[in-house]
């Protein structure tokens, strides 16, 4: 069950709480389909029988122990071709909050995962409506990494890992939907530069030479920002090429 009385004009306002269903981001699509949801309602569950990752991806997490939910919003003001400064938005809310509790340097790997070390521990996925050449409507699904202690994968990880603390996951989503309005709030007021270049300086592997997969071959590179689509540039000896998510992968 949760209580959110966050501080807020309209994002949690309207919260539909679940025990369990199968994904936040699926339940939020049907609800607005069948009877229309406010913006700013928020879908949560302690439990996902098919949560829903990037890529066609799962997202399995324990029941119980993370935050899994989904915030309706309505961003009739972004143009389609500028749906990922959303993405910058949601990015930021998190990368903040988990900067906080953590009180450590925390990374967003491009688009969006946010990045303890080398360790995930949230995951974003937002879909779009789009109407025209505007967006309609976006559901944005959030798995933010609470309590769990145990992970399949060892590049995992969560609050509770990080600081040895069991954390109140109420708290926690009362302070996430504050930032997320807050950001979003911000991209309505058009603070479209100053997000980009604070998004920029967070980026996960920024400014060194790694290696990435291009177009099925590995090469080197360094992270230089995003472009305004959300293209990832990276410089190849003293190119600058940018990328969308189909053409890059990150390697080590
Ligand atoms: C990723 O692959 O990193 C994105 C994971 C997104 C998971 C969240 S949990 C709440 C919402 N519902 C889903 O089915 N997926 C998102």
Known sequence: MYKIPANTLFVGKNLVYV?????????????????????GTVVITDRQTAGRGQRGSRWETQAGKNLTF??????????????FNLTIAVSL?????????????????WPNDIMVGHKKICG?????????????????????????TLFSIDTATSL???????????????????????YYLQLRECKVDELTKYYNRQLYWLGKQHFFKVHDKEMSGTIEGVDRHGRLIVSQESERHSYDLKEISFLK
Do not use: Y
């Open 124 to 148: 974003i996925l937002i879909e779009n409506s789009l109407s025209g050449d505007k967006i309609q409507q976006s559901i944005v699904g959030i798995g933010l990494n609470v309590n769990q």
């Open 19 to 39: 025990p369990e269903c199968h994904s936040t981001n699926t339940l939020a699509a049907e609800l607005s389909q069948k009877t229309g949801t406010l913006e």
């Open 160 to 182: 509770q890992l990080e600081k040895k603390l069991e954390f109140d996951k109420n708290e926690i989503a009362e302070n996430l939907l504050e930032n997320l309005e807050q």
């Open 93 to 109: 809310a998190v990368h903040d909050l988990v900067t906080e509790l953590l009180d450590a340097d925390i990374k967003i790997k």
């Open 70 to 83: 989904s915030v309706i919003l309505k961003p009739v003001f972004l143009a389609v071709r500028d749906q």
